[in-house]
Structure formats: structure tokens, C-alpha cells
């Protein structure tokens, strides 16, 4: 089983910028495709990027496209969420999430290891 350790969030101006970073235990990083969501207060849970095993499929929500980028490091068993561009609107408590298969899901039922959240607030 693994377990997943955000970190990176905090508060930053609307056109800044941060990297969220998710650390994750366990031998078998490589073998997990990975995810982040994001669940701003009052709202339900929403896809924000995912990134395949390998990293060679990379997924992302319309409304982070151009902005947000995906990737992992397999020596350091983290994934990373580079946010650029930020807008009021992203502000929310951002998770990450990892499955065991090929499949680069984007619906959070999908994925049955959640780390404990970063939260991110973006002022205007």
C-alpha cells in the first residue's frame, strides 16, 4: 500500500506561481498511476491532472490547460504539480492521489490511495 505526502501549498497572488510536490512510500512508485484533485470549500472534489505510470500520458482539466504540468521522478518517488498562471479560482485544498493500473483515470472513485491535502489560496 502507499502512502502519499503533499507539500508546496500556500498563499500566493493571483499570476504567481507554486509547485506542489507529493512524496510517495513504498518500493513500488513506478508501478502507480498518479493523480491530483483539488476541492475548494462548498464544492465537490474536481479532477485537476493525472500522469501515467511511466509519464508518458499526461491528462489535464480545460480549466488548468496551459497552466498546470504534471510530472514525476521516479528516483524520488515524488510527483509534481507545477502551477503557473495561478487565479483566484484555483484556490482549494489539493490532493493527490495514486491507482494501480495503466489507466490514466480522471474521476477520483478511481483512484483508492488519497494523500491528506496542501491548501492553496490565491488572492486577488
Known amino acids: 500500500q502507499v502512502q502519499l505526502v503533499e507539500s508546496g501549498g500556500g498563499l500566493v497572488q493571483a499570476g504567481g506561481s507554486l509547485r506542489l510536490s507529493c512524496a510517495a512510500s513504498?518500493?513500488?512508485?513506478?508501478?502507480?498511476?498518479m493523480g491530483w484533485f483539488r476541492q475548494a470549500p462548498g464544492k465537490e472534489r474536481e479532477f485537476v491532472a493525472a500522469?501515467?505510470?511511466?509519464?508518458?500520458?499526461?491528462k489535464y482539466a480545460e480549466s488548468v490547460r496551459g497552466r498546470f504540468t504534471i510530472s514525476r521522478d521516479k528516483s524520488k518517488n515524488t510527483v509534481y504539480l507545477q502551477m503557473n498562471s495561478l487565479k483566484p479560482e484555483d484556490t482549494a485544498v489539493y490532493y493527490c492521489?495514486?491507482?494501480?493500473?495503466?489507466?490514466?483515470?480522471?474521476?477520483?472513485?478511481?483512484?483508492?490511495?488519497w494523500g491528506r491535502g496542501t491548501q492553496v489560496t490565491v488572492s486577488s
Open positions: 492521489a495514486a491507482q494501480g493500473t495503466a489507466v490514466v483515470y480522471t474521476t477520483a472513485y478511481n483512484y483508492p490511495y
Open positions: 513504498g518500493p513500488t512508485f513506478a508501478t502507480y498511476g
Open positions: 500522469i501515467s505510470r511511466y509519464g508518458t500520458i499526461l
